[in-house]
């Protein structure tokens, strides 16, 4: 058995209650734990986050330098337009960055409180044909 077990992807928030429903509502998942000042949510897969209330919590500024990345996420997805509608509806707003190099089509957004994360295209594979 393993000593140390993964726990949560913690973000600190000024309003931890509004950000976990836009992950919620994102992931489709559903809140495990809630105190004043802590909010836990599982996905459908296992993936799971907390959100810290933190009143003083400033919004990374990736990719502008200042206030850089404090913590990144990627999310795999099989529909990135579909995916993108759905984090802009949620209060979500996509970040302008420059296409990754690299064989993964992503796309960078920020969520309602200002936390970076990334939607990446699974993409398919297909058996080698002879």
């Known amino acids: 058995m393993a000593l140390v077990k993964a726990g ?7 309003e931890p209650e509004k950000l976990a429903v836009f992950y919620k509502e ?3 998942a559903e809140e495990t734990d809630a105190t004043a ?30 206030n850089s990345l ?17 984090v802009v509806e949620l209060g ?3 970040l ?3 296409d990754a190099a690299g064989p993964f089509e992503e796309r960078g957004y920020a969520d ?12 398919p594979t297909a058996p080698k044909q002879g």
């Open 8 to 14: 949560f992807v913690v973000l600190d928030c000024a």
């Open 26 to 28: 994102l992931l489709e």
């Open 37 to 66: 000042n802590r909010v836990e949510i599982r996905g459908a897969d296992g993936f799971r986050l907390a959100f810290r209330r933190d009143v003083n919590a400033t919004p990374p500024s990736w990719p502008r330098p200042e």
């Open 70 to 86: 404090q913590a990144h996420i990627d999310f795999v997805v099989h529909d990135l337009d579909e995916a993108e509608r759905k």
């Open 92 to 94: 979500g707003r996509p």
């Open 96 to 98: 302008d960055t420059k």
């Open 112 to 123: 309602p409180a200002g936390h970076s994360f990334t939607l990446r295209l699974i993409t």
